[in-house]
């Protein structure tokens, strides 16, 4: 295909795996019929983002711009765009395309797609490059992958939901979280705090499992019945065997086993998490009670609006930390120290 034309936007960027994101000027294209460019307000910081930047899933391509949990104001769109105005306030997430035609797209499960394209680090067609995610001034994105956000909910704290909202809601919709479940949440980070605040919004009986001793009073706050410092063998010990669902929205290595080990019969752990080194798996705990170990990725378009909607009319959003796009360096370090509450978001006015 050949190139279109572009236009330059500010953006924050990174060279090689170990080198800090800094100032830098990309293109984007400008809009084609079907397009929308977005002034991008919020950008949440995933930890996604770090993995990627630091090429901890040996896919990177660099220079490398991360980010996809945008939120932001509609500045421009193509002849063709039927489904959104300029001024108006939208969301992207972690797709910017897929294929449309394969029978997951057209269930609209565009994230198991052959040809998905991720908001950054797949091939953009129509520069022939890279895509760059939304530490960025703007971005332009093709109207079936924007989404809209409901007018009540806080920008900035609901740019997260982009990701981490649909990455926890999607799994809890597929496998029914509900009331009289005893569901378990791993890890309080951008992930698990929304699944917490998702499971309770179910129905559940929530328990959230953390390294984190000083976040105990936050995760009752944020709607857990019950927290297990996962450190403390004997607290660990009390929940044998008693989920139906299990969470695990951990970023590092970490034993998976024990959270095997206490789920029910027939219960499920899913992984959402995505550590950089594979998780070993003892055998017992899934034999035993006929355990199921499953995993989970973002979600599709409809279910992403579905959960926007939902969020809008529950008033979910993220406990966010607003920082300056030149902090984003240090948001990384201390994303690695579980140091979050419980999600930076870049303030992309910042960026000048
Ligand atoms: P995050 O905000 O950094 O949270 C991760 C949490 O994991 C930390 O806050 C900490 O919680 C816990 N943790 C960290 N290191 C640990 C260790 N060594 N042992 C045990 N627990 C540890 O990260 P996030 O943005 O929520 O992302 C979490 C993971 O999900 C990442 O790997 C990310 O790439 C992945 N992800 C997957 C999808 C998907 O579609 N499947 C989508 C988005 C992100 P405590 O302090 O409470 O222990
Ligand atoms: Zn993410
Ligand atoms: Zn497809």
């Known amino acids: 295909m050949s190139k279109l034309v572009c236009y330059f936007t500010k953006a924050y960027s990174t060279g090689s795996a170990s080198s800090p994101l800094s100032a830098a000027t990309i293109e984007r294209r400008t809009p084609t019929a079907t397009d929308v460019q977005i002034q991008i307000l919020y950008c949440g910081v995933c930890h996604s983002d770090l993995h990627f930047a630091r ?38 997430g972690c797709l910017v395309d897929s294929c449309r035609t394969c029978p997951d797209c057209r269930s609209g499960l565009e994230q198991f797609c052959a040809g998905m394209v991720m908001t950054y680090g797949s091939m953009d067609e129509h520069l022939n490059a890279p895509t760059l995610g939304g530490y960025a001034q703007s971005i332009v994105v093709t109207e079936d992958f924007v989404l809209r956000i409901p007018a009540n909910l806080n920008l900035a704290s609901a740019a997260p939901l982009l990701c981490a909202g649909i990455t926890t809601y999607s799994p809890m919709r597929h496998w029914k979280v509900g009331p009289g479940q005893k569901v378990g949440i791993v890890g309080l980070g951008g992930l698990g705090h929304m699944g917490v605040k998702f499971a309770r919004a179910f129905g559940a009986h929530v328990v959230l499992f953390t390294t984190s001793p000083n976040k105990v009073a936050d995760a009752k706050r944020l709607g857990a019945h019950e927290v297990v410092v996962s450190t403390d063998a004997d607290q660990m010990a009390a929940q044998a065997g008693s989920f139906d669902f299990i969470l695990d929205a951990v970023s590092a290595t970490h034993d998976i086993n024990a959270y095997l080990n206490l789920l029910k019969h027939d219960g499920n752990l899913v992984l959402v998490g995505a550590p950089e080194k594979p998780l070993p798996v003892a055998a017992f705990p899934l034999l035993f009670r006929r355990r199921s170990l499953s995993g989970s990725l973002i979600g599709g378009l409809p279910e992403t609006q579905e959960m926007l909607d939902f969020c809008g009319t529950h008033n979910i959003t993220s406990d966010v930390e607003m920082i300056r796009m030149d902090q984003i360096n240090d948001a990384y370090e201390r994303m690695l120290k579980s140091d979050v509450k419980y999600r930076f978001v870049i303030d992309m006015a910042t960026l000048t």
């Open 55 to 92: 090429n901890e899933w040996a896919f990177t391509q660099y220079p490398a711009v991360p980010g996809h949990e945008i939120v932001g104001r509609v500045t421009a769109v193509g002849s063709g765009v039927k489904k959104f105005k300029v001024g108006e306030t939208v969301g992207v």
